[in-house]
């Protein structure tokens, strides 16, 4: 049996509708929303509140059919937890409507659209009183537990796979230096002649981050003004942390992270698992 969601909001769009729509093709529910059905399971999944929902959507000007939008050139730009309807109308309402699977055409206001669910503000080219029109596929729909499992195998096949991926690229470059016990693989490319730094130290470094790839994510070089942090006190990354207590005044090295000692499963905009290459110059240490 479909389930009940929304506070009845799906049961009253769907037995509820008004045949007179001023969309040829499409049905008006009692809240104003109007829908068209291409593909419709009643014995599919159905979304509750909270739900992981995945849908391909793609939005147009529905004056024009214009695309203002289209979720099929991002991969999971549309997964989200499924929301409550906002107000009487809305294109959340059209989620409660779809089990995984089906398909449907909305038609929304476009100034209610703007003004309570889209964090954008409404284009100026809108005129009072036009509408936008959602077509929607309910790709999937998981509870937050099957999410969370769903995720956690995803996270531990990507874990097991970076070891082969460090492997691989430190053959290819013919790296001969082995890790240290932390994994932490530190390549001197100039030595240097000062002392090396102590627990609560404070340095002054310059650095350039890649991934295995070669891709830059940041640098302290691009930006022409080093960085500095105490060691010891947990500001930098722990892979930072090891291996610049190993690095004399002066020294140009090239450290190679795993992820378990820089951002695990993810940080920021960098992806889960991601082993880090940083080329890195100790420039100063001020003692404690």
């Known amino acids: 049996m479909k389930k009940i969601f929304l506070l009845g909001i799906a049961a009253a769009v769907t037995f509820s509708s008004c045949k007179n729509s001023k969309y040829s093709g499409f049905d008006e529910s009692e809240t104003g929303l109007f829908y068209q059905y291409h593909n419709h399971d009643e014995d599919a999944k159905a979304p509750s509140v909270g739900d992981i929902i995945t849908l391909q959507l ?3 000007n529905s004056t024009t059919d214009s ?3 289209d979720s099929r050139k991002f991969k999971n730009v549309q997964k989200f937890p499924m929301p409550e309807s906002k107000y009487a109308g809305s294109i959340e309402e059209g989620f ?3 089990n995984e699977g089906d ?3 909305f038609i929304v206001n476009a100034d209610s659209f703007y003004k309570h669910s889209s964090r954008a503000p ?7 009183g036009d509408a936008l029109k959602f077509d929607i596929k309910m790709v999937k729909v998981e509870t937050q537990e099957e999410y969370q499992k769903q995720m956690q195998k995803e996270m531990a096949a990507m874990a097991s796979l970076e070891a082969g991926k ?6 290819s470059k013919g790296i001969k230096e082995k890790p ?3 994994g932490i693989y530190t390549i001197i490319t100039k030595e240097g002649k000062g002392a090396t ?3 609560g130290d404070s340095i002054t470094v310059h650095y350039e981050g890649t991934f295995l790839d070669g891709q830059v994510f940041d640098s302290s070089l691009k930006r022409k003004k080093p960085i500095g942090f105490r060691l010891g006190r947990q500001e930098v990354i722990p892979g930072w942390e090891l291996a610049f207590s190993k690095l004399k005044k002066g020294s140009k090295a090239t450290l190679i992270i795993p992820s378990k000692l820089a951002y695990g499963d993810g940080g920021g905009q960098l992806p889960p698992f991601a082993t880090l290459v940083f080329e890195v110059e100790l420039l100063e240490i001020n003692k404690k």
């Not at 409404?122 to 009072?128: A, G, L, N, V």
């Open 58 to 60: 793609v939005l147009k």
């Open 67 to 69: 695309v203002l939008f």
């Open 96 to 98: 409660a409507m779809l």
């Open 103 to 105: 398909s449907a055409t």
């Open 122 to 128: 409404k284009p100026k080219f809108f005129k009072e």
């Open 166 to 171: 460090i492997a691989s690229y430190v053959s």
């Open 180 to 182: 240290d016990q932390n």
């Open 197 to 199: 730094p102590q627990d």
